[in-house]
Structures are given as structure tokens and as C-alpha cells.
């Protein structure tokens, strides 16, 4: 049975049909469905990237938008280069360089000693080809390490120090802390010269007085109280 309601309560007409005979007076008109367009949910049409809400659908147009920052995000993880490629296991470095097929990114492990571009690597080093050509790996510069060693040549081993001075050779010399509670230091001695200037005359202030030699020519006071006990002796 179809029955249309003049007024749904929002003004305008609907149509429901009877499904259960049973619930035809159900208060809660169970017993009935609403047919008309009046009875769909309406899916809220959003055009931007901001509005949220599980019942509304997105735009055709955001949905372009979408894809432009996929696309952008995409160009920007690959112009980072290629990721590293574990590519397997070689005995040396003439087995490196020559490699037939590898692309930026494939990574090596070299099991023996490597002298690469000037610098030696430790057996078991893993190298990186990085060179913008592909298959080119007997081009030394498009390889690159992914570890490396500190060459320590030029520094004395613990064994080649031995023989040299120890503790007991240097028995008989004086510590540091021994001078300085011995010797005055350059600044105590700075700091008493000081204090001597503003008491004793400097060699540069004496020169305008007498000098031995020109002292020589006056008579001493021993020469004078000979002379004035042989006059009073005279008188």
C-alpha cells in the first residue's frame, strides 16, 4: 500500500509505502518506508583540502589538486637520487670496476684491501656507485665508500716506543711541581725588580756620578789625617 502524506512536518508532501502489514499503526512507523527524494541523505559536495566530515564527499576538482601533490611529492623523493641497492659480494677492486651492469645506488662489499682514488680501504668495504652514467664502473671516481680508516702510518706504535726514556730515567730530574715550590717564577721576579727600582739606583741613573778612576785623583781620608797629624807634629 502507498500512502501520501500531504505535510511530512517540514511543509512538504512524501510518499511511503507499507512493508509490514503488522506495524501498519506502529507509533514509531516501523511498519513503513518514505520513497521519495525527501527520504535520501544528502552527500555534502566539498571542494577543499581543509573541511573534514566522515558524511561528505570530496570534489572532482580537489581530487586534480590530489594528484598535483603527489606528482610534486613524487619528483622530489626521485631528485633525491637513487636509493642504496645491495647488489652483492666481489674478491677486489679490479672485480668492482668491472662490473658490467650497475646504476647509481647498487652497493658492493669488497672482501679484500682497496687503494680507491688515492685512499686505502680495509678489506670488507662497501662501495656505492655513484656516477650520474651507468656502466661505467671502471671509472674509479664514480665509486664511492660507505666507510673509511684513519691512516696512522706516520704515528709511533706502543711497541716501536719501547727502549725510550721511562719513569725511572727520569728519576733524577726535577717535576713541575717541584720548581714551583723551589724557584720563584718570572712574574715574582718581574714584581721584586719592581720594588728594587723605586729603592736603588739603575747603572743608567750613575753614569753622571764619579768613577773609580776619577776618584783616584783626590786625596782618600787616610791621606788627609796623615797630612794634619805631620803639620800639628811640625808646630
Known amino acids: 500500500m502507498l500512502v501520501v502524506v500531504g505535510d511530512n512536518g517540514d511543509g512538504k508532501p512524501a510518499l511511503y509505502v507499507l512493508k509490514d502489514m503488522t506495524k501498519i499503526t506502529q507509533a514509531d512507523y516501523g511498519g513503513w518506508i518514505r520513497l521519495d527524494v525527501g527520504a535520501q541523505t544528502l552527500i555534502q559536495i566539498i571542494n577543499d583540502l581543509t573541511t573534514g566530515g566522515t558524511n561528505k564527499a570530496?570534489?572532482?576538482?580537489?581530487?586534480?589538486?590530489?594528484?598535483?601533490?603527489?606528482?610534486?611529492?613524487?619528483?622530489?623523493?626521485?631528485?633525491?637520487?637513487?636509493?642504496?641497492?645491495?647488489?652483492?659480494?666481489?674478491?677486489?677492486?679490479?672485480?668492482?670496476?668491472?662490473?658490467?651492469?650497475v646504476s647509481k645506488g647498487h652497493v658492493y662489499n669488497v672482501t679484500a684491501e682497496v687503494t680507491l682514488n688515492g685512499k686505502k680501504y680495509p678489506a670488507e668495504t662497501n662501495f656505492v656507485y655513484i656516477g650520474e652514467t651507468a656502466n661505467q664502473a671502471s671509472v674509479e671516481t664514480n665509486w664511492d665508500s660507505l666507510g673509511g680508516t684513519v691512516d696512522l702510518t706516520a704515528y709511533a706504535k706502543k711497541a716501536d716506543l719501547e727502549g725510550f726514556l721511562t719513569e725511572e730515567d727520569l728519576a733524577g730530574y726535577a717535576k713541575a711541581v717541584d720548581v714551583a715550590s723551589t724557584y720563584a717564577t718570572k712574574a715574582a721576579l718581574s714584581e721584586a725588580i719592581e720594588g728594587l727600582s723605586s729603592t736603588y739606583a739603575t747603572k743608567a741613573e750613575l753614569t753622571s756620578y764619579a768613577t773609580n778612576e776619577t776618584l783616584k785623583q783626590y786625596a782618600t781620608k787616610q791621606d788627609l789625617d796623615d797630612a794634619f797629624a805631620w803639620n800639628e807634629e811640625t808646630e
Open 58 to 101: 570530496l570534489s572532482a576538482e580537489q581530487g586534480k589538486v590530489l594528484k598535483g601533490l603527489v606528482d610534486t611529492l613524487t619528483n622530489k623523493v626521485n631528485a633525491l637520487g637513487a636509493v642504496y641497492v645491495p647488489k652483492g659480494t666481489l674478491a677486489d677492486l679490479s672485480a668492482l670496476k668491472g662490473v658490467a651492469s
